[in-house]
């Protein structure tokens, strides 16, 4: 059974940082496609960040780029999404999603098969 694990959330200052982590579980031969969402109350979820695995490429939302990075390690079958200078507007639950079709829309959520159960991130001013 596939399964994905997020971690790291918290509370943070303003400027801060957190890294948030994206465990993924069995798979047979990985998902093509792992991307972060989030969603802050009252708002659609919305895409934040996505990774090809088998290759590392990523793909950012203008309003991160600069500020978070996504990362990955294979021997642990995690994605790690390295948040820095923390807006409050970044406040929201942050989910990870994955699935395994290589082409498509990335912050289309309905093209993702997976989701973790989400981490809340909160950031104040």
């Known amino acids: 059974q596939v399964q994905l694990v997020e971690s790291g959330g918290g509370s943070v200052q303003a400027g801060g940082s957190l890294r948030l982590s994206c465990a993924t579980s069995?798979?047979?031969?990985?998902?093509?496609?792992v991307a972060w969402f989030r969603q802050a109350p009252g708002k659609e979820r919305e895409g934040v960040a996505g990774i090809r695995p088998p290759s590392g490429s990523t793909y950012y939302r203008d309003s991160v780029k600069g500020r978070f990075t996504l990362s990955q390690d294979n021997a642990k079958n995690t994605v790690y999404l390295q948040m820095n200078s923390l807006k409050p507007e970044d406040t929201a639950m942050y989910y990870c999603a994955a699935t395994t079709v290589y082409a498509g829309t990335w912050f289309a959520t309905s093209e993702y098969e997976v989701w973790g159960q989400g981490t809340q991130v909160t950031v104040s001013s």
């Open positions: 069995g798979y047979t031969n990985g998902p093509e496609r």
